[in-house]
């Protein structure tokens, strides 16, 4: 079967190559989608830094639509949404409503963001923030239009499964 749609996964994190943690998403994300027709024509996987900005490039001239999952955390490993800025030549600004929805998260646990946490209401501009009820990093859509010459559709996904899995069935 030929999905109607070239999608392209990019799973990052150098704890997934190291074999600290266990990369579940591709298999997770390929019955989801393969529910309704459609079917993932590569998968790569790549450490925290340069290579996932390489990784995206490759994602967004072949596929139609780019699926990230990981590096969307408070900590200066975690570089998904700039990468993906850097690729696709968008300034990064903040969302209010993202950190009003992290301030929130953290209130709910009687505990106050700290300020590293801001950095997960960045987005580059024109995309939608997809939100998390079950975690503190938002999602981002950015469609078609906004990756200029790629023509991709792109979601970015948290990595943690308990985040990741709902936002998916929720968002995608």
Not at 8 to 24: A, F, M, S, V
Not at 46 to 63: C, K, S, W, Y
Not at 97 to 106: L, T, W
Not at 107 to 117: E, F, K, Y
């Amino acid at each position: 079967m030929v999905s109607p749609v070239q999608i392209e996964l990019l799973t990052t994190g150098t704890e997934l190559l190291l074999g600290t943690t266990q990369n579940t998403h591709g298999a997770w994300i390929g019955q989801r989608l393969l529910r309704i027709g459609l079917r993932i024509a590569r998968q790569v996987t790549v450490p925290d830094g340069e290579a996932v900005e390489r990784a995206m490039r490759i994602g967004l001239e072949d596929g139609e639509a780019l699926i990230v999952t990981g590096g969307l955390g408070p900590t200066s490993d975690d570089l998904t949404r700039e990468a993906l800025a850097e690729v696709l030549g968008l300034e990064m600004i903040e969302d209010e409503a993202a950190v009003r929805a992290i301030e929130d998260f953290f209130a709910s646990r009687q505990r106050v963001m700290a300020q590293a946490n801001r950095k997960q209401a960045q987005a580059p501009v024109g995309a939608d923030i997809l939100s998390n009820p079950h975690g503190t990093a938002p999602g981002l859509y950015l469609p078609p239009r906004l990756s200029g010459s790629f023509n991709c559709a792109v979601f970015l996904l948290p990595g943690p499964p308990r985040e990741l899995y709902p936002m998916f069935e929720a968002e995608v």
